[in-house]
């Protein structure tokens, strides 16, 4: 589908996703082979150096600026996303903090506080640069974390209405960002400007059916529907492929997130079960939202489809969080084991 919605750019799309997949492959093979004992003990040294390359992002001459976003490091022929690594920084350390402090979770300070300003730290560098999009994205993963390790709601609700109102305050001040949600609210007035993306994606979806038009017959990729081949790949799925595939990739994901679920429910210790766990809700929420975007069930926001966008960073950490899965799903415990050991700690505690 990559060469397809790419063709017009002769394949160059392709052939870098092909590169990227070559970095992706033995990077999930890695994820599911070290032992998880030494993943914890790296989760630290890791979550550093994400910070520090969110910082170095930003920094003229070595970050890459592309349409007034810093979000880009150059290493020859790659360029690198560190906000995709982030997310992976960001999942092993709050597994981490749950599986130490898990008897303390239900605290204000351990099981709320300091979490949160461990995704505060995160989502400021993300919002700098700015990428909102995955801030978002980061923040759900991590308060759905959380709130399964057995935080308060009434503290992450809290909290989470601060955040929630400091971000909507940054969109209000952004002419550009705001203009998305209008455009959102009311497409057809702004058919030719802030929605033109939108429209031509429900036109694609439309001009599909259930059967499509056929593999590389897409009228939308001809320069109607732009980042045809990034975010909006899905339209372009629909208008070739039809309904009926483009329900089956949904399937897909659905079968991501169940059997993400069984192995966190089944896995050895609280750090596998919760690595297990942010990895299938950081993977199948994107999914969510992009599927969302495209609909236009949400306002445009700049999140891959994951494993079918283009884009190598996305592919490479979507690959390793596949094979961070893999590696908890072969240390679980039986299912036929019948030890309680459910995701969702006990809440009846004392104090």
């Known amino acids: 589908m990559l060469a397809s919605a790419s063709m017009l750019d002769g394949g160059r799309f392709v052939w870098k996703q092909i590169m990227w997949l070559g970095v992706g492959i033995p990077g999930a093979l890695v994820c599911a082979k070290l032992d998880l004992r030494w993943i914890r ?5 890791f979550a550093l150096l994400c910070v520090f390359l969110l910082v170095l992002v930003r920094i003229p001459g070595i970050g890459v600026n592309v349409n007034g976003s810093w979000r880009w490091l150059r290493f020859g022929a790659f360029t690198l996303q560190p906000s995709e690594l982030a997310k ?7 597994s981490w903090w749950i599986a130490t402090q898990r008897r303390y979770m239900y605290t204000f300070k351990r099981g709320t506080l300091v979490p949160m300003l461990f995704l505060a730290v995160c989502t400021g560098l993300l919002i700098i640069e700015p990428d909102f999009g995955t801030a978002i994205l980061i923040s759900l993963v991590v308060v759905i974390m959380i709130y399964a390790g057995g935080s ?11 955040g929630a109102a400091a971000v ?14 209008i455009a959102f609210l009311d497409p057809e007035k702004y058919a030719q400007g802030e929605a033109w993306q939108l429209i031509n994606g429900i036109a694609a979806f439309a001009a599909g059916g259930a059967h499509g038009a056929g593999l590389g ?13 990034t975010d909006f790949i899905l339209p372009i799925i629909g208008e070739e492929l039809g309904l009926i595939f483009t329900l089956f990739i949904l399937i897909l994901f659905v079968v991501i997130f169940i059997c993400g679920l069984r192995i966190a429910a089944h896995a050895s210790d609280d750090f596998g079960k919760f690595t297990a766990f942010g990895c299938t809700m950081m993977i199948t929420l994107q999914a969510v939202i992009n599927f969302a975007v495209v609909t236009g069930s949400m306002p ?22 596949i094979g961070l899965l893999i590696n908890v799903a072969h240390t679980a415990r039986s299912p036929k084991e019948k030890k309680r050991n459910a995701l969702f700690k006990d809440k009846k505690r004392k104090g």
């Open 168 to 181: 909507g305050l940054l969109i209000w001040k952004n002419p550009n960002r705001m203009g998305r949600i």
């Open 41 to 45: 003990r790296l989760t630290i040294p």
């Open 300 to 321: 445009t926001k700049g999140l891959a489809l994951p494993f079918i966008s283009y884009g190598g960073s996305s592919l490479m950490v979507s690959s390793a969080m």
């Open 217 to 229: 017959n897409s009228i939308q990729k001809h320069h109607y529907l732009p980042e045809a081949h």
């Open 88 to 94: 992976i920084g960001l999942i092993l350390t709050i």
């Open 152 to 162: 308060r709601p009434v503290w992450l609700i809290s909290l989470g209405s601060l």
